[in-house]
């Protein structure tokens, strides 16, 4: 996303590097990090499944959870 977008409470944002987007598929990211509650598991399933399908290069991700 380039430039302003809506945030809402319960959204997770997860802010990533190419080592992650190009190990999965954009309906693998948003399975596993609708899957988890906590940032830091969604991040550790994320950084898991890329080094599984390869892990090409540096594998980076933040989650940031939303609340109210």
Do not use: Q, R, W
């Not at 948003?30 to 940032?39: A, C, G, K, L, M």
């Amino acid at each position: 996303i380039n430039g302003p977008f809506d945030v809402h409470d319960n959204n997770s944002i997860l802010i990533c590097s190419d080592g992650l987007t190009d190990m999965l598929t954009h309906k693998e990211l948003n399975d596993i990090v609708t899957s988890y509650e906590s940032p830091s598991d969604i991040v550790n399933a994320l950084t898991d499944s890329a080094l599984a399908n390869g892990g090409h290069d540096n594998v980076t991700a933040v989650v940031v959870s939303v609340a109210s």
